[in-house]
């Protein structure tokens, strides 16, 4: 089975600094997706960003980027002059055909 | 925020209640998920449907029973609750619940079982 780790459950930072947030996962798969939600206070959860297993570039939208290191099954976030919005739960998320797992989730607050 | 809406948003039920959660999308996909999300767990994949047909159970208790009428609703029918079965119920939709798919969820239904 896959199972999916974040190993820190809260973290914070600086208004306009950058900080990453880590995820490793188990798989004996080779192709596979990653995703990276956000889920913000009292509301609904949205996609960050997503990498498929396949691709040795990491991906990148905006402030947002991953660090993908498929050897090591390590899939970590970098948030770039991190806003005060950026302020809630991220979740890393495994995906093999229809079976998505999930992490415990990073609690991130923005501090202005 | 709208593609996928969930009702009710709160719902408090005793454990003899019997009631029922929607799911919606407008996103014309073909895939449907349900999940639950517990206070420090992760979230928890209970069905999967896929063109109406449900492709995944991952060992849900029977007292929670999906419905999937069309590609677009979804329902989770709840009876005889017990109170750890409270959570917040996450509904999500994919296009067509492939490898490529990425997954769109609704703000979900916060469950409080008494």
């Known amino acids: 089975a896959q199972t999916v780790t974040q190993s820190q459950p809260e973290m914070s930072v600086q208004e306009a600094e950058t900080v990453t947030l880590s995820c490793t996962y188990d798989t004996s798969e080779n192709n596979y997706y990653l995703f990276w939600y956000k889920q913000p206070p009292s509301r609904q959860m949205i996609l960050v960003i997503r990498q498929e297993a396949y691709k040795q570039q990491n991906a990148t939208e905006n402030r947002f980027s991953v660090n993908f290191q498929k050897a090591a099954k390590s899939f970590s976030l970098k948030i770039s002059d991190s806003q005060l919005g950026d302020t809630a739960m991220y979740f890393c998320a495994f995906m093999k055909r229809i079976d998505m797992r999930f992490g415990a989730g990073t609690r991130l607050t923005v501090k202005p | 925020e709208t593609g996928v809406t969930q009702t009710p948003r709160h719902l408090v039920m005793g454990m003899t209640n019997k009631k029922s959660l929607k799911c919606e999308q407008h996103?014309?996909?073909?895939?449907m998920y349900w999940y639950k999300q517990s206070a420090k767990k992760p979230l928890e994949l209970m069905f999967v449907y896929n063109f109406k047909e449900q492709t995944e159970n991952n060992s849900v208790p029977s007292r929670f029973s999906p419905e999937c009428p069309n590609s677009s609703h979804l329902f989770l029918h709840l009876h005889t609750l017990q109170p750890e079965d409270s959570a917040l119920y996450l509904c999500?939709?994919?296009?067509?619940?492939?490898?490529?798919?990425?997954?769109?969820f609704g703000p979900g239904t916060r469950l409080t079982v008494l």
């Open positions: 996103l014309g996909h073909n895939a």
């Open positions: 999500a939709s994919s296009h067509e619940g492939g490898l490529t798919d990425t997954q769109y």
